[in-house]
């Protein structure tokens, strides 16, 4: 078991380095002509008015929001999934009747008007 | 030796650096480095082929002939186009946070990379055999979110930080049915490891059981992999580019790379967990045998991929999430509800699990589709009549 998570281990950085090195082989070869226009921000022309790093609509909180709750309960899922094979009937509804509060949950955030887009 | 090609060769790697003097524990540690090496330069290389036939094949669905100049058939484009991009400037725009704007590109491709390691590509041909190989999954896909958003953030534009702050509503809205679909092939097979779903799919493949998760798993990986119609995140006609605007070079390559790789990646993983991975006849006398079929597999589902992107325009925001949290999400939910009951009742029946399955996936379907014919007439109606009202008080006024 150890041996497999050591493979993953060093395939991520792996994964990471092997990209890495055309960026960096780039920099090396590419033309390093830098000034003011080229640097400034692209906007098509127009020369930024204000702050770029700006707040942002509350709305894209929300969905992250109703996201979490989702993620994290289907989470709590999977060991029942796994498990799957020495469930007795009623550990299934048990199961499901996990699954009926999550779409409750989904009908909660539906009639509030939270999943639609404004 | 011919039933474990790829046990008997490492065995004779290992034998050999024993044999130099190495401790076998470290002999093994430089064989796990060697094979995860293999691995990510096999799967970065493979993305220089498969750049090639998407453009090519979305080119002949637009009636176009695509790259045919460099090479036959235009095979050595995307080498020519790598040395092009090599060759570029790479300019950091003015304010950005130079840290978090080199990390975000080799990110984007580590998460796409990571996956392959538990993605079964033969018999006991596989990067590593974990039992949790579902959850694996979903967390490493998971990061290719925050590039996007490291990337949208750090290059100090607004229209980059915009396609980020999009693609993490869509993204994250997307995994939603995708962790809820993995369940179904999880429950059939009793385990999370993805050898132990390949090995479980010899009597019947997943899809057959399970077409419906099959569907949601392939469309709602489809939008985590950024493929049109669910491109959002570099709309290149709404917000320029998208979260990569200010990336040249090849800094803006391997965002590429990682993108394309995913496209070919999701069809690697419906494949494994639904249509029986590396199964076909022949394939227990010949191992080998199974990556050939893994191959034409993934192929066949990579083509769908490039098809849909070749059909379908792009879809707007709202639309994109309110078809994940209004459609996929309820019916996800019911296909897990709907397999997990039907399949304890009718175990052990043989044929008839198999029909019992596929007749309640077949009911699932006709009552979706009653639904939204129901719910398409009672809007269409409630247009009317709102266009009647008016209609009245244009002619009350007179």
Same mark, same amino acid.
């Given at each position: ?11 991520? %950085? ?7 090195? %055309? ?7 590419? %033309? ?46 999977? %060991? ?39 | ?15 050999? +650096? ?16 060697? !094979? ?22 979305? #080119? ?38 130079? *840290? ?12 796409? *990379? ?20 579902? @959850? ?5 896909? #998971? ?36 962790? *809820? !679909? ?11 490891? &993805? ?7 010899? =009597? ?19 939008? =985590? ?15 320029? !580019? ?48 199974? +990556? ?7 192929? *066949? ?6 098809? @849909? ?25 019911? &296909?897990? #509800? ?18 019992? +399955? +596929? ?27 709102? =266009?009647?009202? @008016? ?8």
């Amino acid at each position: 078991m150890l041996d497999q998570w050591l493979f993953l281990a060093l395939l991520l %950085p792996l994964g990471f380095i092997l990209p890495a090195v %055309p960026i960096a082989l780039s920099r090396l070869v590419g %033309p390093r002509k830098s000034n003011p226009m080229k640097d400034s921000a692209y906007e098509c022309g127009v020369e930024t008015v204000g702050d770029t790093w700006v707040q942002f609509k509350v709305q894209y909180y929300i969905f992250a929001l109703v996201f979490v709750v989702f993620d994290v309960e289907a989470v709590f899922l999977f %060991p029942w999934a796994a498990a799957y094979d020495r469930l007795q009937l009623y550990m299934v509804l048990e199961g499901i009747l996990f699954i009926l509060i999550l779409a409750a949950g989904l009908v909660y955030a539906w009639r509030k008007g939270n999943l639609e887009w404004v | 030796m011919t039933q474990d090609p790829v046990g008997w060769l490492g065995q004779l790697i290992h034998t050999f +650096l024993v044999s130099l003097g190495l401790a076998p524990e470290w002999a093994r540690a430089l064989q796990a480095f060697l !094979a995860a090496g293999a691995l990510a330069t096999a799967v970065l290389l493979l993305t220089f082929f498969l750049i090639w036939v998407e453009r090519k094949i979305l #080119a002949r669905l637009q009636d176009r002939l695509g790259p045919n100049r460099v090479g036959p058939y235009g095979l050595f484009q995307t080498i020519a186009d790598a040395i092009k991009l090599v060759l570029k400037e790479v300019i950091v725009p003015s304010g950005a946070d130079r *840290v978090l704007y080199f990390l975000a590109p080799p990110l984007a491709v580590m998460s796409v *990379v990571g996956l392959w390691g538990v993605v079964p590509l033969a018999p006991k041909l596989v990067g590593a055999d974990i039992n949790v190989g579902v @959850i694996y999954l979903i967390s490493i896909g #998971a990061i290719g979110t925050l590039a996007v958003m490291l990337a949208g953030w750090s290059s100090n534009n607004k229209y980059a930080l915009l396609g980020a702050f999009r693609t993490v509503a869509m993204l994250i809205s997307y995994e939603v049915p995708m962790v *809820v !679909a993995l369940l179904v092939p999880t429950m059939l097979a009793g385990s999370m490891g &993805t050898v132990e779903i390949v090995e479980r799919q010899r =009597e019947m493949w997943f899809v057959v059981l399970a077409p419906i998760a099959a569907l949601l798993f392939f469309i709602s990986s489809m939008a =985590e992999a950024g493929k049109a119609p669910f491109d959002l995140l570099e709309a290149e006609s709404e917000i320029v !580019a998208g979260y990569n605007i200010e990336y040249s070079s090849m800094a803006f390559g391997m965002f590429f790379v990682g993108e394309f790789l995913h496209g070919f990646t999701i069809a690697a993983l419906t494949v494994a967990l639904f249509f029986g991975g590396w199964l076909g006849p022949g394939v227990d006398r010949f191992p080998l045998l199974g +990556l050939v079929y893994f191959a034409l597999k993934s192929a *066949v589902v990579y083509f769908v991929v490039i098809w @849909i992107r070749g059909t379908l325009p792009r879809l707007r925001i709202d639309q994109v999430n309110a078809f994940n949290w209004k459609f996929l999400v309820p019916l996800s939910l019911a &296909t897990v #509800a709907a397999t997990a009951v039907t399949d304890k009742l009718a175990a052990g029946l043989g044929w008839s699990r198999t029909l019992a +399955l +596929l007749g309640v996936n077949g009911v699932l379907a006709l009552a979706t589709i009653v639904a939204l014919t129901l719910y398409a007439r009672s809007v269409r109606r409630r247009k009317a009549r709102a =266009e009647r009202r @008016i209609g009245a008080a244009a002619t009350a006024r007179g």
